[in-house]
Every structure is written in C-alpha cells, then in structure tokens.
C-alpha cells in the first residue's frame, strides 16, 4: 500500500498531467484534492491527446478509480462539458470509475461572472485570472455561501439554500458591480442542465477512500498548479485560492487520517509562469520567444503565451521543502536540446548582496536573478530511454539541478508521450 502525491514545484504547468498518467499504472485510486478548472493537464495517449481540467488524470486507465474530492473548487458545468468530450472519445465514465465528493461545494454561475467583473475593475492592476470563477468560489466557501454536491440529494432544502444564497449575491452584482443578476429560473435551468448530470457520480468519497485503504490499496493523489502558487506558501496575491502542496492532499481528499508517505514533485527543465506577478528569472525577446516555441508553451486553458526563463534552483529549492518532496520528475529536458548554452539562475541579488533563499512576496519584484551557462548537448535525446544514453552535458545538467536543489531526479522525461521517459531509480 502506498500513498503518493504528485506536486507542482514551481508555477504550474511542470507536466503533472504526463507524469500522473504514466504512474496510474501502479495507483487503483487516483485523487484530485485541490483546486478547479482554472490550469489544464495535458495527457497525450493512445486515445488522443486531452487538456484535462477537473478530471483526474487516471481517467483513462480502466482498472483505476478516479476521485474528485472535498478540496476541488466543483464546476458542474464545465465538469459535464469535460466528462462529455472524453466519453466521446470513446472512454467510459461511470459511477464506478468516476466518484464526486458529497463534500465538495459547488462553483456556482455567478462566480464566474464575479471573476470577470473584477479583473475588468482592476484593469492593469489584475491579477491575470483564468476567469474559471476560483477566487470569487474559494471566498464564497469560506463564507460558507456556497452549496455542497450532496445537497443536490436533498432538492427541496437545495433549492431554499440557493434562494438566500441568490439574494444576497444579487446585491453584490447589481449594487457593487452593476451588473445583472440571477433569476431562481437560471438557477433550476443550471441544476438540471448540469447538476442533474454529474449526481449520479456524487457519493461519499471519504467512505470509499477510507475502505480503499484499508484493503491496501494505492492511492495516488494529483494536485493542480506548483507551490508558487500555493495560497499560504507561494507568491501572494499572485498565488492561486487552495493550498496546492501535497500537505493539503489528505484533508482536501476526504481521507484526513491518510499519511503521504511518498512526494513526487515535478520540475520543469526550464521556469514558465502564467500570467501577472514577480518573476524573477524571466527571459525577454527573441532568446524568450525562441523557447517559448521551442517548449510550445501556451496556456491549456486560455492559450495565453507563457512567460519563460532558464530553471530557477532559488524557487526549485523552496518548492520542493514547501512540499516535503521525496524526489523529482525532471521534465521537458529534450526542449532545451537546441541551446548552444543553457543559462541557470543559480542564486538571487537582493539588496546588493547575493542570497540562495527565496525571498518574501514582496521582495521578489527586486530581487534579480544571476545567471550562469552550461554546456548544451545540441542533439536530439527524445529516443533516450536509460541514463546512460543521454549525453555527457544532459546528465551534467540534471546531476546540477540535483545537486542544489537536495532532492533525487528519479525520472527524466525527454517527450510528452507515456514511454518517454527516462527512470533513475
Ligand atoms: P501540467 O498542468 O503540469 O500537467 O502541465 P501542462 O499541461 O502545461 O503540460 C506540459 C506540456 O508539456 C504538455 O503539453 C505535455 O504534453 C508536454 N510535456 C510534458 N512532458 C514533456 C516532455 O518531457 N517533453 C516535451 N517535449 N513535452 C512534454
């Protein structure tokens, strides 16, 4: 029996999605627990290549029961949406393989709205939301002004729920924003055009995650985005709404009592980052547009180009204590194939001093970055498959990064397809 977490060291986008669905293999549960449909994960398999919102990347595994738990921010609308264009490729999701938290609550319509009207308030002061409704969602949580999945069981109680819950969010988006609000017909349209659709798969998850465990079974829990964008530990405000480290996974699970005992945590070769915020080892120009190209980094969700930079050990090193992590997938390696040097931020410059820890948020924007060059092995190394066959400078490459950041490199992926990858252990 183990208990696995598969985590962003970074900002996001590290390639979780490839590495979770390589690894489902060994897992018989895998578990969302953090997080909505804001960021994607792509997965390229023998079914097609898919950006994966909400759904757990296990889904296409046909022995492996897939989990969204109580941590998830819930969006029936575009959950059915994704459920729907996956089950036309072919893949079938049932009540058995597919289970939704009771706990979890749901993303309501407005909260999309809310999301849109304020970055539209904030003008070039916005953070760069996704607009998937998040922020608003997690508040309103919090507030305990949303409506948990198992209420949908209840429908008389429900639908009393959401006529306060509508009252009182009228006020804000007609007296604050001045916008239009919600009619309880909207709302009885949204339940059975979507809600109607995903109860079947709603159930007690922490029931079935307990059992799960107690017949020994493996249990593979996926978060979404990396720890700089953790609400408590990343660079806030420009961090994410729920806590996207792999300390979170068992309460935002159902499982509270569940110990991780193994973290994998995934590093890009190079730093991306979507959207507003500090960025310490951003690349400009040409030098930035050529691995941009070169990584095809875009968005999943939006399709907003990246910002990119050489791989940042300040950030990497932060990133794997802020996630305890027990080793690292080092991914996207073959993209820096085509570098005659391939530059490191190795350590900060804050304040006229040189420093290798990460800064306070509001620090970083002064921070900048010093950078130093390695050798590039400029040849493709796609078809490696052991260590030993990736050039003399590739291994120099990833033994450095293993080296300061203090945590072991077990796989090294050199393409975006299931067996490309390179196991160190
Ligand atoms: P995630 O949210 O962390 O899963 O990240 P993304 O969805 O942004 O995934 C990163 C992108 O890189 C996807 O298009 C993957 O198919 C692709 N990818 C993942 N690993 C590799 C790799 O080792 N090499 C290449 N060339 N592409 C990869």
Same mark, same amino acid.
């Given at each position: 029996?183990?208990? =696995?977490?598969?985590? &962003? ?21 895998? #578990? ?9 994960? /792509? ?27 109580? &941590? #998830? ?38 909260? %999309? ?8 308030? !904030? ?26 999945a198992g209420e949908l069981f209840y ?17 804000? !988006?007609?007296?604050? $924003? ?13 339940? @059975?055009? $979507? =809600? ?8 007690? /998850? ?14 593979? +829990? ?6 700089? %964008? ?23 699970? &159902? ?17 991306? =980052?979507?959207?507003?915020?500090? +960025?310490?080892? @951003?690349?400009?120009? @040409? ?14 969700? /939006? &399709? ?12 990497? %090193?932060?990133g794997v204590e802020v996630q305890a ?10 993209? !820096?194939? $085509? ?8 350590s900060y410059i804050l304040d006229g ?25 400029? =040849? ?23 080296? /300061? ?5 077990? $796989?090294?992926?050199?393409?975006? @397809? ?8």
């Amino acid at each position: 029996m183990s208990n =696995c977490a598969i985590v &962003g060291i970074n900002w996001g986008d590290e390639g979780k999605g490839r590495m979770v669905d390589l690894l489902t293999e060994d897992f018989d549960v895998v #578990v969302r627990f953090q997080g909505g449909g804001n960021a994607g994960h /792509t997965v390229i398999n023998r079914y097609g290549k898919f950006a994966l919102h909400l759904l757990p990347s296990g889904i296409f595994r046909p022995n492996t029961v897939n989990v969204l738990g109580n &941590g #998830v921010a819930l969006d029936p609308e575009n959950l059915w949406t994704e459920m729907q264009e996956i089950m036309n490729k072919g893949i079938n999701l049932t009540p058995d393989n597919l289970k939704i938290s009771d706990h979890a609550s749901l993303l309501l319509p407005w909260h %999309r709205d809310l999301d849109e009207l304020e970055e539209m308030r !904030l003008k070039d002061k916005k953070y760069g939301s996704t607009k998937q409704g998040i922020a608003p969602f997690y508040s309103d949580k919090y507030q305990k002004k949303t409506i948990l999945a198992g209420e949908l069981f209840y429908p008389q109680q429900l639908r009393a729920h959401l006529s306060d819950l509508l009252d009182w969010k009228n006020l804000t !988006l007609t007296k604050v $924003y001045g916008a239009s609000g919600y009619t309880m017909e909207m709302l009885d349209q949204w339940i @059975e055009t $979507y =809600c109607e659709k995903i109860k079947p798969y709603i159930c007690n /998850t922490g029931a079935f995650l307990k059992d799960a465990q107690s017949r020994g079974k493996n249990i593979l +829990f996926e978060a979404q985005l990396g720890s700089l %964008r953790d609400l408590d530990y990343g660079i806030y405000p420009y961090t994410t709404s729920s806590n996207t480290t792999a300390a979170y996974a068992p309460i935002g699970s &159902g499982i509270p009592s569940a110990k991780i005992t193994d973290v994998i945590g995934v590093v890009k070769a190079y730093s991306t =980052c979507v959207g507003e915020g500090p +960025f310490v080892c @951003e690349m400009f120009g @040409e030098e930035a547009e050529e691995l941009r190209k070169a990584g095809f980094e875009f968005g999943a969700k /939006t &399709g907003r180009p990246r910002r990119v930079g050489p791989i940042d050990i300040v950030a990497t %090193r932060y990133g794997v204590e802020v996630q305890a992590a027990t080793e690292i997938a080092l991914t996207k390696l073959d993209v !820096l194939s $085509y570098m005659e040097k391939i530059p490191v931020c190795t350590s900060y410059i804050l304040d006229g001093k040189e420093t290798d820890e990460f800064p306070f948020p509001s620090a970083l924007s002064n921070a900048k970055p010093v950078i130093r060059y390695f050798d590039g092995w400029k =040849c493709d190394i796609s078809n490696a498959r052991k260590w030993e066959e990736l050039p003399e400078a590739a291994q120099k490459y990833v033994e450095y990064i293993e080296k /300061t950041v203090g945590c072991p490199i077990t $796989y090294v992926s050199v393409g975006p @397809e299931r067996d490309s990858i390179i196991i160190r252990k």
